[in-house]
Structure formats: C-alpha cells, structure tokens
C-alpha cells in the first residue's frame, strides 16, 4: 500500500510547484556538474599522486579506496541528518567536505605527506556521498510518474563534470612548480564552495512526522526481492565502473601513455557516464528498470572484453567509454528499482541503506583494485570483473520470477 503526503512539518508541502521542482532539478544538475569535477580530480590524479607519496608501490592505489571509504562510512549519518534536518542541510555538509578536500590535499602534495592525502580523500569521499543523494533529492515533491525522469534530469549535470574535471587537472597541474596538482587541488576547493552556493536556492519538502518516525523495519524492507535486486546491481555496477577507473590512469601510465592522454580518457569516459541520462528516464519508463539495468551490465561486461583485445590507447578509450554508459544503464536503472521499494516516509532511510551497501561493495572493489594490477596486471582486473557481472543478472532475473514482475518490467513508481 503506497501513501500520497499532502502536508509535512515545515515551510513547503511535499508535492512541489511545476516551478519549483523545475528550479530544483537546475540547481541540483548544475551542483552535480560541479561536484563531480571534484570526484573526477581525485580519480585522475589519486593514484599518480600516491605513485608519488606512497611508501611503497602497492599502496598506490590507496587514496581512491579511502575515497571509496568515506563514501560508505558518511553516507548512513548523512542520511539522518537528512530525515533530522531536511537534504539542504547534508548538502552544505558535504560541500564543507568538498572545500576540507582540496585545501588538505594541496598541503599534502606541498609538504609529500601521504596519509594527510589519505585523509582528503577520506573528506572527497564524504563529499561525493552528499552529491549521488541529488538523483533522489530530484524526485522529491514530485508526481511518481515522473520520478524516473527527474532522477535522469540531474544525473545528466555529470556530462559538464565529464568536460570540467580533466580539464581542470590539465591547466592547473603544472601551474604551482615543483608541486605537480598543487594547484589543481586548490582550484577543487573553490569549485566545492562555488556548488554550496549553487545548493542554498533549492527548495525541498520539510521532513514530515511520518518520516521521523521512519515507518517500516528496515529488515523487513531489504528482504523485497526488488530491493536485495536493486542493491546488487546498483553495488555491481558502481563498483565495477570503480574497479576498473581506478586501475585504468596508471595501467595507461604503465604503458607508456601520457598524462593527457590519460586526462582525455577520463573525460569521455566521464561524459558517457551522464550523457545518456537525457533519455535513460524514458527508456526505464518505457522497457522498465530492470530491462535498462540488465542492459547496464552487459554494456559493463562489452567493455571489460574490449579492454581485453590490446593495451593501445584507443583499446583504454573506448573501454572506458563503454564503461561509463554500462554504469549510467545499470545505476539509474537499479536507483529507479529503489524508488519502487518504499513508502514516501520511509525514503532517506531506505536510499541511505541502499547506498551504504553500494559504497560499502565499491571499498572491497577498489581496495583489490591497485594489489591485482600490481601483481598481475591489467588484463588480469579485466577477466575478474565478469564474476560480479554474473552474479548481479542473476539476481535481476530471480527479483523478476519471484519478487515484483510488474513493477521490474513496467518501471512503475510508488
């Protein structure tokens, strides 16, 4: 049984004005863009940097899974303070993050303290657990019909990050000589500022007495055979799209290729990432999300064979192109599976706990990431990828025959 809150505790009312909602989905695309240039810094300069700092060679990687970290260890008291204090709140928070970020980084690069840049990736990862609770903040206050759409709309605000990000690491990196990204850490914290007062003009329902009270027991929630589908593809898709990120800027440089050529991989890889959110709201209203995550993982998987086939640039390039696209499918398509897991006053706990289970996989998925590449090279994080692939279409399959086929095939909202 679905509720239909018309009034909450608070300035607004649940169901936003066209106007409003409208203004909301602008704010929060353009906060996205922002944002996710800083994500894109850390991934494009994380394990160069710990390359550089890093006691030894192993540990590399290691400041991308402390990102992957913070992501998971922030989100849960994100959440409450979400329910507590309303979204705008946790947004200022994690743009807080965003700013501590690069100011501890730059002193990191400048003085060549490796945990200090452990510790700012920590914060980046805070920071990036705020900015993915956007693609639901956006269906808040608005009609279930249009939730898919709306959760699309703002994800698409990723193709300026996919531009901004690699850019920025590209004109700044040498700009503060001998301290190679100095400056470019410097430039993320300006740009975090800079979203915060993007996010003090979005209007949000207040939270209502229902939500406080937080409605249904959790565990009762995660045994849907929806949700448990939902959580894994989500987790499977973000981690793979994780796993294989990380690895893919020092495999390149392992290989000879240049920096730039590493930055522009990224960039495009960034853009698939949100592009296709112009239309993939209407491909979930239309074939359902289990259909677009389905197609989500297997785009994954495409790109973990092409990946296969040589270690020539444009073998990285369109690897990472593929990827962004898989991920795009399978994560909106497995968000727009939660949307469909609860009941409006049972929202920001069920979205927190679907993220901490989606960041808490994504650690595992990073943490193995730098060790394997390392230790067996490329090709070998390349086969190991297909194992979670498998594992999350079959839980698709299994959510449809037993759980909810309706709501899987149709897409529907609550």
């Not at 989905?25 to 300069?45: D, E, M, P, S």
């Not at 922030?74 to 979400?82: D, E």
């Not at 730059?106 to 003085?111: N, P, R, S, T």
């Not at 785009?299 to 990472?320: K, M, Q």
């Amino acid at each position: 049984m679905r509720h239909n809150h018309t009034g909450a505790v608070g300035d607004f009312p649940t169901e936003l004005s066209e106007r409003v909602q409208r203004g909301n989905i602008w704010r929060l695309a353009i906060a996205q863009a922002l944002a996710g240039a800083n994500a894109i810094v850390i991934y494009a300069t994380g394990a160069i940097v710990g390359n550089t700092l890093s006691p030894i060679p192993v540990l590399a990687t290691l400041p991308i899974s402390i990102f992957v970290v913070g992501m998971a260890a922030c989100i849960l008291p994100v959440g409450a303070m979400a329910r507590r204090h309303g979204r705008r709140a946790a947004f200022l928070a994690g743009t807080a993050a965003g700013v501590l970020t690069g100011l501890l980084a730059m002193v990191a690069v400048i003085l060549g303290w490796f945990w200090l840049f452990c510790l700012a990736a920590f914060f980046g990862g805070g920071y990036a657990a705020v900015v993915l609770t956007f693609r639901f903040t956006a269906a808040d206050g608005v009609a279930p019909e249009r939730r898919a759409r709306a959760l699309s709309s703002v994800m698409a605000g990723g193709i300026a990050a996919g531009v901004i990000g690699p850019q920025l690491v590209t004109w700044t990196m040498d700009l503060w000589p001998p301290h190679t990204f100095a400056a470019t850490f410097l430039v993320q914290a300006a740009v975090a500022a800079v979203s915060a007062l993007v996010l003090l003009g979005v209007r949000l329902p207040m939270p209502t007495a229902a939500e406080l009270a937080g409605g249904r027991p959790l565990a009762a929630i995660s045994r849907q055979p929806c949700f448990i589908a939902a959580a894994i593809c989500g987790a499977v898709t973000y981690m793979l799209m994780n796993f294989l990120m990380t690895a893919a800027p020092l495999a390149m440089h392992m290989c000879g290729h240049s920096q730039e050529s590493s930055n522009l991989g990224l960039q495009w890889h960034v853009i698939a990432m949100y592009a296709p959110s112009f239309f993939t709201g209407k491909l979930i209203s239309r074939f359902g999300a289990g259909r677009v995550a389905t197609a989500g993982l297997l785009l994954t998987g495409l790109s973990a064979a092409v990946g296969l086939g040589g270690v020539d640039i444009a073998h990285f390039w369109w690897a990472l192109v593929l990827l962004g696209v898989g991920w795009n499918f399978g994560f909106l398509g497995a968000s727009a599976l939660v949307l469909e897991c609860h009941q409006p006053e049972e929202k920001t706990r069920v979205q927190s706990l679907n993220d901490f289970i989606v960041f808490g996989v994504m650690a595992i998925g990073s943490f193995s990431s730098g060790g394997l590449l390392n230790a067996y090279g490329w090709n070998t994080v390349l086969w190991v990828s297909f194992a979670p692939l498998a594992l999350a279409v079959v839980a698709l399959a299994m959510a449809k025959r037993r759980g909810e086929p309706d709501l899987i095939e149709q897409g529907r909202t609550p």
